[in-house]
């Protein structure tokens, strides 16, 4: 068995570029292949999205009282609660701690910025490119973008 690997990717941002705080434009995305993985095969993907002043990278990080992403989505995939899927991390962070998920005048079009991030990650992996296969989850702030995206970008 192939084990599930977690990918960083760079991505250059047309609707982050010349932002108003002068925020990073090109971002690492780290991205959540499952075990045994293959190209051939597509997958649903979920996009799980941070709080405020938190990066996704933090769901990576590792705990001593409990399983990070990879190793939650792991165990979950080989007990065969959950069918395998991409799990897409995004970093949204400004350098004012987070814009909501927002396109604002004063921080940058972040909104944007995601819709951008789906399309890229439907080019470089084997998505399920269809609304009926994706899903947005988030904490705190992130949860209110996830629940604004599903309302606005169903």
Not at 64 to 78: H, S
Request: proline letters at 6%; charged letters at 25%; hydrophobic letters at 35%.
């Amino acid at each position: 068995m192939k084990p599930s690997i977690i990918k960083y990717i760079s991505f250059e941002s047309r609707s982050l570029k010349g932002n108003p705080l002068d925020d990073p434009h090109i971002r690492n995305i780290p991205v959540y292949l499952p075990p045994n993985y293959d190209e051939d095969q597509e997958y649903p993907a979920v996009y799980i999205l941070s709080g405020y002043t938190s990066r996704s990278q933090k769901y990576l990080n590792d705990s001593f009282w409990d399983e990070n992403i990879q190793e939650r989505m792991d165990r979950l995939i080989l007990e065969e609660d959950l069918l395998p899927m991409i799990v897409v991390l995004p970093d949204c962070v400004t350098r004012f701690g987070g814009a909501q998920y927002l396109n604002t005048v004063g921080q940058g079009n972040y909104e944007d910025y995601l819709l951008e991030v789906v399309d890229f990650i439907d080019s470089q992996f084997s998505t399920k490119a269809d609304r009926n296969f994706r899903a947005i989850a988030g904490h705190s702030s992130g949860g209110f973008g996830a629940q604004r995206f599903g309302m606005y970008h169903p």
